[in-house]
């Protein structure tokens, strides 16, 4: 700048830079998050409900009766762990400045 020389050159070169990173960043969160959807998915859907029906098999099968505590621990178990991946999740997002 002292000489008098444009710096325009250099600051679109380090604007680029920063927006590859930023594609980049957000490509590999988005990779991510999918597995994370994935799990969400299972723990959300799957496992609560396939977990239920597998006690009421069992206990039909056994002789005993699925208690209600068992249908609450479940609901309970499944909704914690979901919390657990939201929050989990929120700190996982990128910092991307616009």
């Known amino acids: 700048m002292k000489?008098?020389?444009?710096?325009?050159s250099a600051?679109?070169?380090?604007?680029?830079?920063l927006i590859a990173q930023q594609?980049?960043?957000i490509k590999k969160y988005s990779a991510e998050l999918n597995i994370w959807t994935l799990i969400y998915l299972?723990?959300?859907a799957a496992m609560p409900s396939l977990g239920i029906t597998f006690l009421v098999i069992a206990s039909s099968i056994g002789g005993s009766g699925i208690g209600k505590e068992a249908v609450i621990?479940?609901?309970v178990l499944s909704m914690c762990?979901?919390?657990?991946?939201i929050f989990m999740l929120k700190t996982k997002v990128p910092k991307v400045i616009k």
Request: glycine share 8%; aromatic share 0%.
């Open 42 to 44: 299972i723990v959300a």
């Open 23 to 25: 594609v980049e960043t």
């Open 11 to 17: 600051l679109e070169t380090q604007v680029d830079a």
């Open 73 to 75: 621990l479940i609901a």
């Open 3 to 8: 000489s008098g020389g444009s710096i325009v």
């Open 81 to 85: 762990i979901e919390v657990a991946l």
